[in-house]
């Protein structure tokens, strides 16, 4: 395969914006010749998840009411970090803020495209290590519940679909190969 992009962009038009995300619309002509559009959602933030591992295997999880998808979630630790910070440093920043954390030791262990057919949103993942416990500092925007759980029952979770967040999802299952060698 190719790395020319086979679109042909005839015009494109913002048609919304906020904090966190822009729209755009774009009038093309498509890879078969025919016209179209495209919308492509932009972020203004990197996706960057937490996989806190205290000494006892047991994975620190958040519980939140997510407003997109009108239900309650367990997933990792996560949250935005601005394009034009380190993402270690936002992560560091959620982590503190959703568990009250500081961890000594941080490892990126993946990058993911969320979403590549209508955004162009990067999750960043870390594993953290070796912490020390203060207060949590959550986001006015932020009812969470912070629960330690095993590795293997979180993996389990994600296994059953009982965990359905992608970040979490690819998160734990990344662990869960490099335990095993991979």
Known sequence: MSDI????????????DNPWIGVTEHQVINPSGG???Y?????????????????DDQIFM??????PLKQYSWELPEGGGPLAESPL?????????????????WDEVLRMHLSN??????GILYLAKEFEQFAA?????????????PFEEVYQMV???????????AGILRVKLLREGF
Do not use: C, M
């Open 62 to 67: 958040v519980g939140q009411y997510r407003f």
């Open 5 to 16: 992009n086979p679109w042909q962009t005839l015009s494109s038009e913002k048609i919304y």
């Open 35 to 37: 016209k179209g559009i």
């Open 39 to 55: 919308g492509e959602i932009h972020f203004k933030n990197f996706a960057i998840g937490i996989i806190a591992i205290d000494t």
């Open 117 to 122: 057919s209508v955004s162009d949103e990067l």
């Open 89 to 105: 440093d936002s992560a560091k920043r959620e982590l503190l803020e959703e568990t009250g954390l500081v961890a000594k030791e």
């Open 137 to 149: 500092q959550p986001e006015e925007t932020e009812q969470l519940e912070v629960k330690k759980l």
């Open 159 to 169: 296994i059953t679909g009982k965990i359905t967040d992608s970040l979490t999802v």
